[in-house]
């Protein structure tokens, strides 16, 4: 699946894309893991919330600064975004049960975009139980 993100930091909210996938399938029984082969980029769930979308990302930018003096900024001039991603993580793993993702009412599957805006591919495995 592809993405274009519009900011350099940005909660992209995947979760309608992935269950449509999930439903085109045909899976009832599983798992579905949702990936991005991207260094600078992440996967979470949680809440989609305005204000926490902004917290989120207020948290990582407070946690990581952008340029504060990363060896990698010699070269790439995004160390914080690889430095965020390695935080986050490249992947969620999401039950599949009667057909569809078994997540909590309020968890919401996100691409976390940290070094854009770019066109991004995150990847959906299905495996049948
Ligand atoms: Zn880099």
Same mark, same amino acid.
């Given at each position: 699946?592809? $993405?274009?993100?519009? %900011?350099?930091?940005? *909660? ?14 045909? $899976?009832?029984?599983? $798992? ?10 992440? +996967? ?7 204000? *926490?979308? &902004?917290? +989120?990302?207020?948290? *990582?930018?407070? *946690? +990581? /600064? ?15 975004? &690889? ?10 793993? $999401? /039950? ?16 976390? %975009?940290?070094?854009? /805006? ?5 990847? +959906? ?5």
């Amino acid at each position: 699946m592809n $993405i274009r993100t519009s %900011e350099r930091i940005e *909660l992209v909210d995947i979760t309608q894309e992935v269950k449509s996938e999930v439903h085109k399938s045909g $899976i009832v029984n599983g $798992i579905c893991v949702v990936s991005t082969s991207h260094t600078t980029t992440a +996967i979470i769930l949680n809440e989609n919330e305005t204000g *926490l979308r &902004h917290d +989120i990302l207020d948290f *990582l930018e407070k *946690l +990581i /600064p952008l340029s504060a003096g990363y060896q990698h900024d010699r070269i790439d001039n995004n160390a914080d975004a &690889h430095l965020k991603a390695v935080m986050l993580g490249s992947s969620e793993t $999401i /039950p599949v049960m009667g057909g569809g993702l078994v997540l909590g009412t309020w968890q919401h599957i996100f691409f976390v %975009e940290m070094d854009g /805006p770019r066109q991004r591919t995150v990847n +959906i495995t299905l495996v049948n139980q």
